[in-house]
């Protein structure tokens, strides 16, 4: 339809209804405040009534007055004529993103499946470790806290090696093992493992990555990935292992400065 | 991976495995990473373990250092001694690798 000047804003409207419970009285409280009786009509027993003070009503603000009493079995209700009530509903695919106030979608508003990352944190080894046998990491363990060390949320909690988990969810676990020679001792692998318990108690081993050290001053990286479902922050944990060929003592590189052998943990969604 | 001689040299004390890093202070102040594996910051974490002084400590990381030396003489003289004999660089290095 054409017309002259600017786009309507409000291009879908509806009024808005009142309907009353009445009684014998002339006073009434609107729902909306109108400026005067002329913004509403007004129906009594399916007959409408005249605005204006030499007649049948009048209003102002939420306040209706009637030039007579109501009955008890009168039915009235008053259409607002002055206050379409706004119900606009944008057509489907044109709301565009500049329409969207900055830093206003909630997480909670994103439809199931949809997720965001939560929490991220690396831990690290922060002192060589010598081993001679396949072993658990129990100890010199610490979270990333070099002054520009980044992370997001509530992070792991570790007792002894045991990785827990701040809450469920789907994540990301990555080790990494960095293995140089002790001595002249040679290994014909070495590597970093991820083992997890889903009932506080039996580990598994879910994921393994080997090298070897083969000469002198040699040194082996290994990294290993495995995504958990943790379902029970109470039950599921998880810690690393050292495996190595059991020929000698083999240096696990670790320091307190910067990610030797580390391991870090990103949430990647719900479980 | 740079060889990192302090760590080296103090797992040759108390069996190994015996100390870490402290991260905070006596008065409760972070320590900056980049300061912590000094001498003055290892924090002893296995019963029984004792302090080396930091004279041990920096003896046995001469030490080390000389070992290394040593073995980097040994086997470039060896290698000379090989030559002298009559073997080529082709078939020292498919002899000993290098």
């Known amino acids: ?51 204006g003070s030499s007649y049948a009503y009048t209003a102002s603000g939420t ?71 396949n072993t658990f990491l129990t100890t010199n363990l610490e979270k990333a806290d070099t002054s520009d060390a980044g992370s997001i949320g509530t992070g792991m909690s570790e007792s002894s090696g045991v990785f827990s988990f701040p809450s469920t969810g789907i994540y990301l676990i990555t080790g990494t093992g960095a293995f140089y020679q002790n001595g002249s001792v040679t290994h014909q692998f070495v590597g970093l493992e991820i083992y997890v318990t889903t009932d506080n108690s039996s580990y598994n081993r879910r994921a393994s990555s080997y090298g070897a050290i083969l000469g002198t001053a040699e040194e082996a990286n290994t990294t ?24 000698g003592n083999l240096n696990v590189a670790g320091a307190t400065n910067r990610q030797l052998t580390g391991f870090t943990f990103v949430r990647l969604g719900d479980t | 991976m740079h060889r990192d001689y302090l760590q080296d040299a103090l797992h040759t004390f108390n069996g190994g495995n015996w100390y ?52 980097e003489t040994d086997a470039s003289t060896g290698k000379q001694k090989l030559k002298d004999l009559g073997l080529n660089d082709a078939e020292i290095k498919a002899l000993i690798g290098v």
């Open chain 1, 1 to 51: 339809m054409p017309f002259i000047g600017n786009q309507p804003a409000l291009s879908y409207t509806s009024f808005a209804v009142q309907h009353f419970t009445t009684s014998a009285t002339t006073s009434y409280t609107l729902d909306y405040s109108v400026a005067n009786e002329n913004e509403i009509r007004l129906v009594i027993n399916n007959v409408v009534q005249q605005p």
């Open chain 1, 63 to 133: 306040t209706l007055t009637l030039s007579a009493a109501t009955s008890a079995t009168d039915t009235m209700y008053a259409v607002f004529l002055g206050k379409a009530v706004q119900t606009v509903t944008p057509a489907s695919g044109s709301v565009t993103n500049a329409m969207i106030v900055d830093g206003t979608i909630a997480e909670s508003k994103l439809a199931s499946g949809v997720n965001t990352i939560t929490m991220a944190e690396q831990w690290r080894l922060s002192s060589v470790t010598v081993t001679s046998t």
């Open chain 1, 224 to 247: 290993c990935m495995y995504i958990f479902d943790v379902t029970d922050i109470s039950n599921d944990k998880v810690k690393f292992h050292v495996r190595q060929q059991t020929a």
């Open chain 2, 20 to 71: 870490g890093w402290k991260t905070h202070d006596d008065n409760g102040n972070k320590i900056p990473n980049s300061e912590r594996m000094q001498y003055q910051h290892i924090k002893i974490i296995k019963d029984g373990a004792t302090m080396p002084t930091e004279a041990e400590v920096n003896a046995k990381i001469q030490e080390l250092k000389d070992a290394e030396t040593q073995k």
